[in-house]
């Protein structure tokens, strides 16, 4: 989960998982993440642009990784 200052906005990803039907849009998306050797990719489709207006051509790809800076 990361918290997102905005609105205390819980942003939940579920790790190793299947997104759930475009049925359930919603205006943050789903979520679902998994592990690239130590990059954490975060997919994110299923958004709304307006209630009850899904938007399915937008797809979100995140990679986070760390940095070492010795």
């Known amino acids: 989960m990361l918290n997102v200052e905005w609105m205390h906005w819980a942003r939940i990803i579920r790790i190793n998982n299947e997104h759930k039907s475009s049925e359930l849009s919603s205006f943050d ?13 975060v997919e994110t489709i299923n958004f709304l642009d307006e209630p009850q207006q899904p ?7 995140e990679r986070s990784s760390p940095i070492n800076e010795g």
Not at 29 to 39: F, K, L, R, V
Not at 55 to 61: A, E, H, M, S, T
């Open 29 to 41: 998306g789903d979520s679902i993440g998994w592990w690239e050797d130590d990059t954490l990719v």
């Open 55 to 61: 938007n399915n051509g937008r797809r979100v790809i």
